[in-house]
């Protein structure tokens, strides 16, 4: 004789209070999105100290006219050549360790703590890449206020009107317009000197277009819309 099956036991489980749920999900998420936030303004932080030293260099600026004699020597001399002296030499020195601290940015190792000297040289780095192309283009180099546009349109991904905009956008990504919060975008800051990483910085390249600076400077752009 086949006995029937035993019906299953239902066991009683804990039932949660779904308020309580949401609650402890929303305050997760917004834990989170605080962490991110605060990893945006840091990883930003270098992006805006670089360019508030481009701005840095005056119109009269002696340095700014050394920078456009540097770019006339690259272009018509080289970076080498077999006929030289020794200030052509000191001059393409220098032309070097602004290249190096600019490769130190977009490797990430230049942070906003390091020393402003590696900043500046990293912020005439980027000054000196536009006067090497106009002037390879057989084009006198360019007036202030065009080159800081153009610096700040590659950097930061965005064409301002005027200076006091840039100045203005560089102080919102900072978070000094918003109580220090800064938009949801930030939250993916990470990524802008990531794609810094893998542009080519050598100015000397007949393909100046900087790919990595591209994609960063999108990201910056969604930031400031």
């Not at 020195?93 to 402003?116: N, P």
């Not at 590659?154 to 005027?162: D, M």
């Amino acid at each position: 004789m086949r006995h029937a099956a035993a019906a299953p036991v239902m066991r009683k489980g804990v039932v949660k209070d779904p308020l309580k749920v949401g609650g402890h999900l929303r305050a997760k998420k917004v834990s989170a999105r605080r962490r991110r936030g605060a990893c945006g303004r840091m990883l930003l932080a270098p992006v805006a100290q670089l360019m508030r030293c481009v701005l840095e260099l005056a119109a009269d600026d002696p340095q700014f006219a050394r920078l456009g004699a540097t770019a006339e020597l690259i272009v018509h001399e080289g970076r080498s050549s077999s006929w030289s002296n020794p200030e052509m030499e000191a001059v393409r020195a220098e032309v070097r360790r602004r290249e190096d601290a600019w490769q130190m940015f977009t490797s990430g190792k230049l942070l906003s703590a390091s020393s402003e000297d590696m900043f500046s040289m990293a912020a005439h780095h980027l000054v000196l890449r536009e006067m090497v192309i106009d002037v390879r283009d057989g084009q006198t180099v360019p007036e202030y206020g065009a080159i800081i546009m153009r610096v700040a349109h590659s950097l930061l991904g965005v064409r301002f009107v005027c200076q006091n905009d840039l100045e203005d956008a560089l102080c919102h990504m900072l978070g000094c317009n918003s109580g220090g919060e800064l938009l949801a975008p930030l939250a993916q800051a990470g990524l802008v000197l990531a794609g810094l990483a893998d542009q080519r910085t050598a100015i000397e390249e007949e393909d100046a277009a900087p790919g990595g600076v591209s994609r960063a400077a999108a990201l910056v752009a969604s930031m400031l819309s």
